[in-house]
């Protein structure tokens, strides 16, 4: 195999994600720092090599499967190889496309590839989670608010594009006695970019962190009596209510259009 001529990192940068970032929006912060920083350099290797954008889809989506795998289990040994293969999963999910935008070789296969490998990695992850903190704590409740978190991050993305669009066309000139409901509306969408689909993985790998490090805390709580939880557990919590908050805000704001 003929040896090819990469750019520099630093012309690398330009041609593979200056594009992009000038028509991104949303955890732009987290984008860069969490994954476009290294993957520039996993994208040079793959181009060294002769990847194409949709083998290297391919390969995050391996890393995903063995990083959700890994995160069924309580040692800290596996939640470790956990958190290395959903951090690589992250890194890839960036490096396909520099390598379409490199070679010109974008295409609707492609992107399409990409969407529904991301539409399942998530809810993936999440199912994933449920039995890992299952597996810790031995507490049949967690699949009742952890199906209930995959069943909501599926709606959420049924429904993003869609709804993006519509919220473009919405009026801001709302009456006095509305003003404090589209406040309300603009914290819980502030919270609820944090737990989008397609930046979720982030709290997973910090919860997961938070259970390495830290015991289950058990609670007394009157009628129910004591209480266990861990980060993963309480993670599962917050993002189901969290979401649906999220959709009921979301609704009240479409019947007022």
Known sequence: MKKRNIEPIRELRKI??????????????????????????????????????????????????????FLVFTDVKSLILSAVFLYLYLIFDCVDGEIARYTKTSSKLGSHLDFMVGTFVHPYA???????????LHDISIFAFGFLAVILNLLHEMHRISYEVKS??????????????????????GVNNFLNPGAILYPILIVTALDICFAPLSISIPIIGLFAINARYAFLIVYSFGKIGSFMMKTHRLIHQ
């Open 168 to 189: 473009a066309n919405i009026s801001k000139n709302t009456s006095e006695g509305e003003s404090f409901v589209w406040k309300l509306y603009g914290l819980v969408k």
């Open 16 to 69: 593979c994600q200056k594009e992009k970032f000038e028509n991104e929006t949303g955890n732009l912060w987290f984008e860069w720092n969490f994954k476009r920083r290294e993957s520039i350099y996993f994208t040079k290797l793959l181009l060294k090599i002769g990847i194409s954008a949709n083998q290297a889809t391919l390969l995050s989506l391996l890393f995903a499967l063995i990083g959700g795998f």
């Open 126 to 136: 999440f199912i994933c989670m449920t039995f890992g903190a299952y597996n810790a």
